[in-house]
């Protein structure tokens, strides 16, 4: 569809309050679309090798959303394993909740805190965590609740995008650098991805391991998550409302024509908790 300033997407940000924002449709939209594309298939898989589930018992899933890696990782665990989603959003645990039906009472669903978790220090041996530390405003906090939670020896893996490293095939350059670096800086940390080693080093881990992956994006998704922030953008005076017509314009005619490219880096990040 032809884009306007005003044109309906997904605003991402509003994952940091899901059960507050305009449209929460459109952000459980954005995670089923986004998560199917090939890039993220490959980016999962990756993160599924590294928690290293045939040996797991008790997993913890930091802002599990609608439960679907959880009930993922339930399905790659022995039968005598058990998973705890927790999200912030009592919207997005309901939706879990609900997917999960019945199940054979192996998955759990909690409404709290990724950086204030209501369970037991070292109680689980596996902690996911994949796409949350970028919208909320203490992603140390977090990495101190992943290590809390995990016992001695046991194996966090975290998958986080890194905004800043967004790449875009468009022959306006400069507008394209100011949409991205406006963008990237807008999120509560866009560089959140680049960092992720650092922070669990600092945090007591050891044996830190980076694989990052490149998520291209498919036209119709990459388009349904830029229409509001580049519409936000207008709103705020960063570019005019006809620069930004003419923008996503370009993008629309490379997709035609066959030409569209557009992706970031995801970072698989995994790490053992000290015994410190």
Known sequence: MPFTPNATGANLRSFADVDSSDNPEA???????????????QAEAEVMRRLRLDTAQRV??????????ARAIAD????????????????????ARRRAGTADGRIEFLVGSATDV????????RCHAQAIMQHVPDARGVIAEMARLL??????VTLEFDLGSTIIDHPDRATTR??????????????IGRQLP????????????????????????FMFTMRRPVAQLVKDGVVTGRLAVR??????????EGHFLAGSLAFVVSAVRGNG
């Not at 930091?62 to 439960?67: D, E, I, K, N, T």
């Not at 790659?76 to 939706?95: C, F, H």
């Open 27 to 41: 952000l459980f939209r954005s995670l089923e679309v986004g998560r199917a594309t090939s890039g993220m298939l």
């Open 60 to 69: 913890v899933d930091l802002g599990c959303g609608p439960g679907t890696d």
């Open 76 to 95: 790659a665990m022995p039968s005598s394993g058990t998973v705890v989603g927790v999200d912030l959003s009592r919207l997005m645990v309901d939706e």
């Open 118 to 125: 209501p369970l037991e220090s070292g109680a689980f041996d």
């Open 151 to 156: 016992r001695p020896g046991g194996r966090a």
């Open 178 to 191: 100011l949409i991205l670096d406006s963008i990237t800086d807008a999120a509560l940390d866009g560089w």
């Open 198 to 221: 650092r922070l669990l080093r600092e945090a007591g881990f050891v044996e830190i391991e980076t694989a990052p992956q490149m998520v291209f994006n498919e036209f119709e998704f």
């Open 247 to 256: 923008w996503m314009g370009e993008l629309e005619r490379m997709h035609r």
